[in-house]
Nanobody, 124 residues
Framework: DVQLQASGGGSVQAGGSLRLSCEAS????????IGWFRQAPGKEREGISL????????YYIDSVKGRFTISIDSAKTTVYLQMSSLKVEDTAVYYC?????????????????RGQGTLVTVSS
């Protein structure tokens, strides 16, 4: 079974930084897209970033470009989301998710495999 374990959430003040980690196991996809989505209270899931295990290509939604950086370790078992210049509106539960391949317009919020989330709270 695919297992994704997210960690690294916490409470920070606006302008601060956090690094989320997602340990992935239980799958043997040759090529996959792995990334993060978030869900704030009362809001829809929002895919925010992903990376291709094959090409290393990355994607970010506009609201996090220049502030968040996604990366994957050389063993391709852990994906990171470095979040800087955090804003109050970044407050949400963050989840990692994975899907085979790289579909056209991939959205981690719709990926079939996802782990439990980690809470990020940004205060003003």
């Amino acid at each position: 079974d695919v297992q994704l374990q997210a960690s690294g959430g916490g409470s920070v003040q606006a302008g601060g930084s956090l690094r989320l980690s997602c340990e992935a196991s239980g799958f043997n996809f040759d090529d996959y897209a792995i990334g993060w989505f978030r869900q704030a209270p009362g809001k829809e899931r929002e895919g925010i970033s992903l990376i291709s295990s094959f090409s290393g290509s990355t994607y970010y939604i506009d609201s996090v470009k220049g502030r968040f950086t996604i990366s994957i370790d050389s063993a391709k078992t852990t994906v990171y989301l470095q979040m800087s210049s955090l804003k109050v509106e970044d407050t949400a539960v963050y989840y990692c998710a994975v899907d085979k391949g790289w579909a056209e317009n991939p959205d981690p919020a719709t990926f079939p495999h996802r782990g439990q989330g980690t809470l990020v709270t940004v205060s003003s």
